[in-house]
């Protein structure tokens, strides 16, 4: 009874009723419209898993997985004054904590799988399909919320790299992967999903996730005087211009790095990277090698068309997710100081290059593909748009409901919160997503169905698309016209608690 206690004040610390109520309401409009269809076509035959349900998986978690190698410690300071303060099992809060996240993870997975697997519906599956959906749901949320506890990256990779493997499984050999008993419920399917969780729950680093509950503020102020000791890292020397500051605090981040002391307890250090030099790589070779793939294994326009369409879905979720949990690093007193409109200007510029530059060698692999596929061509006006509204209308939409600020030792002040308006954004996000790929839509549609005059229109549509991106970007970056709406995201800020 005390541990359903903390489950229940764990989703609400971690989601408002009116986002819990959209869950609610959407697990149930999709399971109503799901049976009536079936009981009103009960004949529809044996359903095929569709071949885009593997890549829109294997995207989340991907985005998992480098969440879990490279973020920090799933704590904020609101959990340790709340594990401090009550007399509670840390591995109690975390399970807590695991099954909180495990809402979010279940609508999903019942999105993507329950209309398909009602049409092979039977009660019995129903069952094992409840095994399954539960399970993997489970499991997927405690890899991602545990992974951050080891110390050591390799086994960052391998804890959490299961689940992206058993997805690929669904492409080569699906009858071992315990995903498709999501689709075509099985006794073993559930089976190997049940014991997937016990795997995780059982190798799970228990001590490690009390020390970091009992003993956090210990082991990151233990970092913080090494830094003051000269034993650390060093800071780099700031430039003399005003956009040097920007650029260098900009292009250069700190990610936390664990790992365990020769007394055996956890130790946290902040490692600086430049983005760019980082990710500016990563970006290229994954463009190079999905145009090595597309060229050499996907031969027909239809493939290409849906590779397409997911890779660049694939590059806006990243572009949107990161520069959204940019924010929660920002000081609004350093806008204050160096004259609020100015700083912000500058800001978003730095961020707009630098989104650009990591852009670059998709916007050129989708245009070399448009020799062989030229609706390809629209996806670059996609990434090139991306690339001009997403680092300033994800700030600014951030303003109104922003992730907790990040602060002293470097931890959230407080506990993130799944809210309606998050959700709101979500939507908003998804319009934007079809405003710009609509040149893309219709190009595809006027190519396979050779309309001219609809392939003209797209060619129209692309150039609706680039002008208002650009547009935007001169109103609210290059021009003083967007300085009340940048006061207004201060004051918004100010307002959730940020300084």
Do not use: C
Not at 86 to 114: M, N
Not at 322 to 336: M, T
């Amino acid at each position: 009874m005390r541990f359903l206690k903390l489950v229940y004040y764990t989703i609400k610390q971690t989601h408002s009723k009116w986002s819990l109520a959209f869950e609610i309401g959407m697990f149930a409009l999709i399971s109503a419209n799901t049976l009536w269809e079936v009981y009103h076509n009960p004949q529809q035959g044996t359903a095929s898993l569709p071949m885009s349900v593997p890549f829109v998986l294997l995207s989340l978690y991907l985005g998992f997985s480098i969440v879990a190698i490279f973020g920090g410690i799933t704590a904020s300071k609101q959990d340790l004054d709340f594990v401090f303060a009550t007399p509670v099992d840390p591995r109690a809060v975390h399970l807590a904590k695991v099954l909180s996240a495990s809402i979010d993870l279940a609508l999903f997975y019942f999105i993507v799988s329950f209309p398909v697997m009602a049409l092979n519906f039977s009660p019995v599956g129903l069952l094992f399909y409840l095994a399954t959906w539960l399970s993997l749901s489970f499991t997927s949320a405690f890899a991602v919320l545990t992974a951050s506890y080891l110390s050591s990256r390799l086994a960052r990779v391998f804890y959490v790299g299961i689940l992206p493997a058993l997805v690929l499984l669904l492409l080569v050999a699906p009858e071992m992967s315990p995903f498709r008993g999501l689709y075509y419920p099985s006794p073993l399917h559930a089976l190997e999903a049940i014991m997937l969780t016990v795997a995780y729950l059982a190798t799970a680093p228990y001590k490690r996730i009390e020390e970091v509950a009992t003993n956090a503020y210990g082991i990151l102020a233990k970092e913080q005087a090494l830094r003051l000791g000269g034993r650390g890292e060093r800071p780099q020397a700031l430039p003399k211009t005003f956009w040097g500051v920007i650029w260098h605090t900009s292009v250069n981040a700190v990610v936390d790095v664990y790992y365990t002391s020769p007394e055996g307890s956890i130790v946290r250090r902040e490692k600086s990277f430049n983005v760019l030099k980082t990710f500016m790589p990563i970006s290229a070779a994954a463009a190079a090698v999905y145009a090595f793939l597309s060229t050499a294994h996907i031969t027909s326009g239809v493939d290409l068309s849906i590779a397409g369409f997911i890779v660049v879905n694939f590059l806006l979720l990243f572009v949107f997710s990161a520069l959204h949990q940019a924010v929660a690093h920002e000081r609004l007193w350093i806008s204050v100081l160096s004259g609020g409109l100015k700083y912000l200007r500058y800001r978003m510029a730095a961020r707009t290059i630098i989104t650009a530059l990591l852009l670059v060698p998709w916007i050129a692999v989708f245009l070399a593909q448009s020799a062989v596929f030229p609706p390809s061509a629209f996806l670059a006006v996609v990434l090139a748009s991306a690339a001009l509204v997403a680092p300033s209308a994800t700030w600014l939409m951030a303003s109104v409901k922003p992730p907790p600020q990040i602060r002293e030792l470097e931890i959230p002040i407080t506990t993130p919160k799944l809210s309606l308006w998050n959700i709101l954004q979500l939507l908003a996000a998804l319009l934007y997503y079809s405003f710009s790929l609509s040149p893309y839509a219709l190009a595809v549609v006027a190519y396979f169905l050779k309309l001219e005059f609809l392939w003209q229109i797209a060619l129209i549509d692309a150039a609706v698309v680039l002008s208002l991106s650009a547009a935007f970007f001169y109103v609210v970056v290059l021009s003083e016209r967007g300085a009340p709406l940048w006061s207004w995201a201060v004051s918004k800020l100010s307002e959730n608690g940020y300084v």
